[in-house]
């Protein structure tokens, strides 16, 4: 079955079937990560065990994901369609660690990056006349979590090529769950399932390329992502950018006209949330007894707060808006603090030192003014103004 909402590109017979013949020499110029799953093989874990399961399903997944690259790199050169086609893993041997743009990373991936950190990754990424394309394949059956993320990638897109049109390519095996729900900008290709054992057991045990030869190929229309021609994306002063604007109605604390722009609407998606200012501790404290908060999911040393500085985002749902808060507590991890405020509860978890949300809380600090410190009657009339929006 193939979805088609664009009338945008057709699956032809060989990705559909996953015909290897003209592309298998080239799987084994890949790099795998087999060798935990070799090494689980060799220690006769029962192959019914849940991480046995999802650590070979995560090595099927990388191989076919290359699978579909090949295959696509060939259907990108016969179609006439395809304007420019991305080049990535051994096609190309330019990699780059670069601090804002699209690249190829030392993992042989199409990733955009700001301040040294990975925005997105595209599984392939090509033109048409008038379209930029990216491409998403998977063999997870459930299709949820792949639909969330397309709304970054989209967005990301849409900032680094505003005069096209963004389409999605959404490659998956038969027996995939939600395929006729993906939003009209997706065409989905079902493929037959990837059930070669004798390739699998091969890349596992013996993925060796002396004896192969890579096939290459030179057309004009394959490029290399450092090429391509973009607005660059500034993610950093981006933010800060719509910390000034957001904060600009004194009156009101936060302009929620602003945010209801469309601009601002794509950027949530990229960011998932916007720093709106910073409370000290005890301020914060006020908003906990002013929500009646009775239950706290881990105590947290409130003389360690790093600056006495609790951050605060705002964040998008599907209903309305909700303020979190982060602080860094000094010699442990960033906190995240979610309210709620139906339950009375505040629930506080980890964030990862090395993911964009504790780079952003680094640099908002190192950003913000004390104009944007918020007092205990500003965070309630920000309350009070999510109420009715």
Not at 43 to 66: A, K, L, R, W
Not at 146 to 164: D, G, H, N, T
Not at 184 to 212: G, Q, R
Not at 336 to 363: C, H, M, Q, W
Request: charged fraction near 25%.
């Amino acid at each position: 079955m193939i979805k088609d909402n664009n009338n945008f590109l057709k699956i032809s017979y060989e990705i559909k079937n996953l015909v290897l013949d003209d592309i298998y020499n080239n799987l084994f110029f890949y790099n795998y990560h087999s060798r935990y799953l070799k090494k689980l093989q060799t220690t006769n874990m029962d192959q019914g065990d849940p991480h046995y399961i999802s650590t070979y399903c995560s090595f099927i997944g990388e191989v076919y994901e290359n699978i579909i690259y090949e295959l696509l790199l060939k259907y990108a050169i016969s179609n006439t369609d395809i304007t420019k086609f991305i080049l990535k893993g051994p096609h190309q041997n330019h990699y780059d660690n670069g601090k804002n743009g699209l690249m190829m990373d030392l993992n042989s991936q199409i990733v955009y990056k700001a301040g040294y950190k990975d925005v997105t990754e595209f599984d392939a990424l090509f033109f048409t006349e008038d379209s930029v394309c990216f491409v998403e394949s998977t063999i997870v059956k459930t299709t949820t979590s792949l639909r969330k993320r397309l709304r970054k990638k989209k967005a990301l897109l849409e900032v680094l090529f505003p005069k096209l049109k963004v389409k999605a390519l959404i490659i998956l095996t038969k027996g995939a769950l939600g395929i006729n729900v993906f939003p009209p900008y997706c065409t989905v290709w079902v493929t037959e399932p990837l059930d070669d054992k004798k390739l699998l057991n091969t890349l596992i045990y013996e993925n060796v390329n002396h004896d192969k030869r890579f096939i290459t190929y030179r057309e004009k229309k394959l490029i290399h992502a450092k090429d391509v021609r973009l607005f660059i994306f500034k993610y950093y002063d981006t933010l800060s950018w719509i910390l000034r604007n957001i904060r600009k109605n004194t009156i009101k604390v936060i302009d929620f006209d602003f945010l209801s722009t469309q601009k601002l609407t794509r950027y949530f998606e990229i960011y998932s949330k916007f720093y709106i200012g910073y409370c000290d501790i005890d301020n914060f404290i006020k908003v906990l007894n002013h929500h009646k908060i009775k239950e706290v999911s881990e105590d947290i040393p409130l003389d360690k707060i790093y600056k006495n500085q609790v951050m605060i985002t705002i964040e998008k749902t599907k209903e309305n808006y909700e303020l979190v808060y982060y602080m860094k507590v000094i010699g442990e991890k960033l906190k995240r603090l979610d309210l709620d405020l139906l339950e009375n509860k505040l629930s506080i978890s980890n964030k990862d030192p090395k993911g964009f949300t504790s780079a952003e809380v680094k640099y908002m600090q190192y950003l913000f003014e004390k104009s944007y410190k918020l007092n205990i009657d500003n965070i309630i009339k920000i309350y009070q103004s999510l109420i009715n929006h």
